[in-house]
C-alpha cells in the first residue's frame, strides 16, 4: 500500500517533484515538452513559475499512466497530486 508522505506539502513542491521525475522520464519527459511547445532550456528556466507547474500538473491530470507513474515514484497518491493542481490553478 503507498504511503502518502506529502499529503500536507506545499502544492508547489509537489508539483516540482512531479516536475523532476516527469523530465527524467525518457517517455514523458519528451511528452510534456512537445505538448507545452518548450525545450528543455525554456522548461529549466520557467520550472518555478505557477504556470509551468500548473501545466505540469494538467499534463498528468489528462494521462492516468503518467499520474499514477509519478504519484508511485514521488510517494504521494493520485489524489494528491490532484488536489495539488486544483490549488495550484487557483493560486494564479
Known amino acids: 500500500m503507498l504511503r502518502d508522505r506529502s499529503s500536507s506539502a506545499d502544492p508547489a513542491v509537489l508539483a516540482l517533484q512531479a516536475l523532476a521525475h516527469v ?3 525518457e517517455d514523458m519527459g519528451p511528452r510534456f515538452l512537445a ?3 518548450m525545450d528543455a532550456d525554456a522548461l529549466r528556466a520557467t520550472a518555478d513559475r505557477p504556470e509551468t507547474l ?3 500538473l494538467d499534463y498528468l491530470m489528462a494521462n492516468e499512466h503518467d499520474l499514477l ?3 508511485e515514484a514521488i510517494g504521494v497518491t493520485p489524489e494528491t497530486l490532484a488536489v495539488a493542481a486544483r490549488k495550484l490553478g487557483s493560486n494564479w
Open 23 to 25: 523530465a527524467g522520464d
Open 35 to 37: 505538448l507545452t511547445g
Open 54 to 56: 500548473t501545466a505540469l
Open 69 to 71: 507513474a509519478t504519484a
